[in-house]
Structure formats: structure tokens, C-alpha cells
């Protein structure tokens, strides 16, 4: 079923933008392109939580706090998954993991950093 391969993330200041990429590695086209693809996050002490997802159809969904400040996408050519990040404050800080769903499957990256502090 190959690997999620998570990049981009970081330490940004508070109010700035970050995109983190997700490349399903080893994944066949008509695997990834009808998969739902993901993000989630866990900040430290706290369960991981939904930040954004979208299906095969490109249909979209956001947690409540993340609405209007990030931008899912997905580039079924290049089997990657998009997420654009905008206004980050302190509370976004977390281990951002990318994830594959697919008939009742899940599959999960290995979590990228993103640190927002001034």
C-alpha cells in the first residue's frame, strides 16, 4: 500500500503561512485517487484531532478552529495531498500527520513538526 511521506513542516512566527506535502510513495493512481486523504494533528497532552480532509471527489471538510486559515488540496498526478496554512498562532503547534483512507482502512504518515512561536 506504500507510504505517506510528510515534508514542510517547521518553526514559523505567529501569523505566518506554512504548506506541508504529503507524497503517497509506492501508491498506485487507482489506489490514491479514490482514496479520502487527510491531516490530522497531536499537540502535546492532548488526543490527535481532524484538521482537514478531502475525498476523491475533492470534497472537502475542516475542523471548526482551522476554518478559513487552512486549504487542503490534493494533486492526484503527483499523489500528493496539500495543506496550506495560514494566520498560524501557538495553538497550532503539533505534529501534523498525513493519512489515507480507503474502504475502511487507514493509513498513517510518520508526522511532521510545526512549531509557531515568536
Known amino acids: 500500500q506504500g507510504q505517506l511521506v510528510e515534508s514542510g513542516g517547521g518553526l514559523v512566527q505567529p501569523g505566518g503561512s506554512l504548506r506541508l506535502s504529503c507524497r503517497a510513495s509506492?501508491?498506485?493512481?487507482?489506489?490514491?485517487?479514490?482514496?479520502?486523504m487527510g491531516w490530522y494533528r497531536q499537540a502535546p497532552g492532548k488526543e490527535r484531532e481532524l484538521v482537514a480532509t478531502?475525498?476523491?471527489?475533492?470534497?472537502?471538510n475542516y475542523a471548526d478552529s482551522v476554518k478559513g486559515r487552512f486549504t487542503i488540496s490534493r494533486d492526484n498526478s503527483r499523489k500528493t495531498v496539500y495543506l496550506q496554512m495560514a494566520g498560524l498562532a501557538p495553538e497550532d503547534t503539533a505534529i501534523y500527520y498525513c493519512?489515507?483512507?480507503?474502504?475502511?482502512?487507514?493509513?498513517w504518515g510518520q508526522g511532521t513538526q510545526v512549531t509557531v512561536s515568536s
Open positions: 493519512n489515507r483512507k480507503l474502504d475502511g482502512r487507514n493509513y
Open positions: 478531502i475525498t476523491g471527489r475533492t470534497t472537502t
Open positions: 509506492g501508491t498506485i493512481t487507482s489506489v490514491f485517487n479514490p482514496s479520502t
